[in-house]
């Protein structure tokens, strides 16, 4: 897609389409997935009894899909090769950066004696729904449209829906702080109740005698 895109609709040189983007395609997702993953070391990792960790996991995840999504404006928009290049290499950083946190909350998120079997579901809908349903969904555009501008718009469409990943990645965001609050309201009233049997024993051994005529 992209290469071809290179060629056609921006007439860029044929070895520095190619060489350009073998060297964004492998760089940026592998720098991404480097600084994601250092990123969320220094926040303290995405799993804890709370959920908190995997609140702000998922918030700093929202922040690089937004990066992407950015970055994808121009990468659809601009007709300069290296404006192009450079944007591509943005979008498949950013892209590299969310994805291990985003796969290790949705793993712990399950029970674990499940989570094999998730894991499998999980990579059926992505290849499903995604690396397999993209190309061809863009594909049909583009051949719908024909020519260069069924490339042109095909190709646009497809950096477009970055957009849409960033909504669901906001869902998600807060659907755990949905789930990060009832944990923390359920926290409260155990300890209001842990508070009353406490007070029960204080006047327990305060006042035997009354407990016992009780």
């Known amino acids: ?24 395609s ?6 991404g997935v480097f600084f994601g993953g250092y990123i969320i070391d220094r926040l303290g990792g995405y799993k804890d009894e709370s959920g908190e960790a995997a609140l702000n996991t998922i918030r700093v995840c929202c922040w690089f899909g937004v990066g992407a999504a950015f ?3 121009p990468s659809a928009l601009c007709m300069n090769f290296w404006v192009l290049l450079v944007s591509i290499w ?3 950083f950013f892209g590299g950066a969310l994805l ?3 796969t290790g909350v949705s793993v712990a998120s399950v029970p674990p004696d499940i989570r094999a079997f998730s894991t499998s579901v999980a990579m059926f809908i992505y290849t499903l729904f ?7 969904v863009c594909g049909l555009i583009s051949s719908s449209i024909g020519g260069k501008d069924g490339l042109k718009y095909g ?16 869902a998600a965001y807060f659907a755990a702080k949905g789930e990060l609050s009832k944990y923390k309201r359920t926290v409260v009233a155990e300890a209001f109740d842990d508070s009353d049997c406490f007070d029960t024993l204080e006047r327990a051994n305060a006042h035997p005698d009354n407990i016992q005529n009780d």
Request: charged fraction near 5%; proline fraction near 8%.
């Open 130 to 136: 995604g690396y397999a349903a993209a190309p061809l």
């Open 100 to 102: 291990p946190p985003v």
């Open 26 to 31: 492998i760089t940026g997702p592998t720098a």
């Open 90 to 92: 943005m979008v498949l």
């Open 1 to 24: 897609w992209i290469t071809k895109y290179m060629l056609e609709i921006l007439n860029a040189d044929p070895q520095a389409a190619t060489i350009g983007f073998t060297f964004a």
């Open 71 to 73: 970055f994808a404006v």
């Open 155 to 170: 190709f646009q469409i497809n950096q477009g829906l970055s957009g849409v990943a960033v909504l669901f990645m906001i």
